[in-house]
C-alpha cells in the first residue's frame, strides 16, 4: 500500500518560518502536492513538486528529494490567516501516473500564535 | 466561475437512516473524486467517476454506500443504512483531465459534515 505520514501539529509565532515535513512510501511516484484547509473550508491547491529542489510561490515554498521520499512546506513570514491544516498528497501510482486520484496523509494542524 | 459545490453543508441522522450527498463538480470537469475524513484523520479516497463512469471505486467501505453521476453531470452518495462509523467530513472534488506527466490540481468542495447518532 501507499502512506504518506506528516506530524500532527505544529505550533510558531507571526512572523516567523515555519517547515512541515511530508515522508512517503510509494510503490512508484508521480509527484508530490500539497494543499491547505481552513477549519470547515475547502481543501485548496498550494504547490507541486514532480522533480528534487526547491519551489517558490510567494510566502509558501515546496521542496522534494525523490531519493529520500521527502517533502516538505516552507511558510514564511506567518500570517494568523495561515493557521490551517496542511496535507502531502501522491498521485496513486497504482495507475501508472494516468490519474489525478491523490493519496493524502494524515495532515499537519499549524497553530500561529500572535 | 462557479467552484464546487456540495450539499448538504451539515447532516444530522439517526442510526439506520438514510442519507444523500449531492456534489455539482466544476461545469466541464470529466473527473470527479469522492473523499472522507474522519475524526482529524487523512483526507481518504473513496470513489472516482470519469463523466458518467466508475474508473474506480476502490475506497468504497461497503455495499451501504453508493454513488451515482448521471449524464456525467453532478453526482450523489447515498449511505444506506448509515451507522456511527459514517460519520465524518465528506469531500467531493473535480479535475478536468489527466493523463501520465500531466498534473491537474483537485478542486474541492466545502464538504458534507455527516453525524450519525
Known amino acids: 500500500g501507499q502512506s504518506l505520514e506528516q506530524p500532527s501539529e505544529v505550533t510558531a509565532v507571526e512572523g516567523a518560518i515555519v517547515q512541515m515535513n511530508c515522508t512517503y512510501q510509494?510503490?512508484?511516484?508521480?509527484?508530490l502536492s500539497w494543499y491547505q484547509q481552513h477549519d470547515g473550508g475547502a481543501p485548496t491547491f498550494l504547490s507541486y513538486?514532480?522533480?528534487?529542489g526547491l519551489e517558490e510561490t510567494g510566502r509558501f515554498s515546496s521542496f522534494l528529494s525523490r531519493s529520500d521520499s521527502y517533502g516538505y512546506l516552507l511558510l514564511q513570514e506567518l500570517q494568523m490567516k495561515d493557521s490551517a491544516s496542511y496535507f502531502c498528497?501522491?498521485?496513486?501510482?497504482?495507475?501508472?501516473?494516468?490519474?489525478?486520484?491523490?493519496?493524502f496523509g494524515t495532515g499537519t494542524l499549524l497553530a500561529v500564535q500572535p | 466561475e462557479a467552484g464546487v459545490t456540495q450539499f448538504p453543508s451539515h447532516s444530522v441522522i439517526e442510526k439506520g437512516q438514510t442519507v444523500t450527498l449531492r456534489c455539482d463538480p466544476i461545469s466541464g470537469h470529466d473527473n470527479l473524486y469522492w473523499y472522507r475524513r474522519v475524526m482529524g484523520k487523512e483526507i481518504k479516497f473513496l470513489l472516482h467517476f470519469v463523466k458518467e463512469s466508475k474508473q474506480d471505486e476502490s475506497g468504497m467501505p461497503n455495499n451501504r454506500f453508493l454513488a451515482e453521476r448521471t449524464g456525467g453531470t453532478y453526482s450523489t452518495l447515498k449511505v444506506q443504512p448509515a451507522e456511527l462509523e459514517d460519520s465524518g467530513v465528506y469531500f467531493c472534488a473535480s479535475s478536468h483531465r489527466a493523463g501520465t506527466g500531466v498534473n491537474e490540481k483537485l478542486f474541492f468542495g466545502s464538504g458534507t459534515q455527516l453525524s450519525v447518532l
Open positions: 510509494t510503490s512508484g511516484f508521480y509527484g
Open positions: 513538486n514532480a522533480l528534487d
Open positions: 498528497a501522491v498521485r496513486d501510482p497504482d495507475f501508472g501516473g494516468a490519474t489525478n486520484k491523490l493519496i
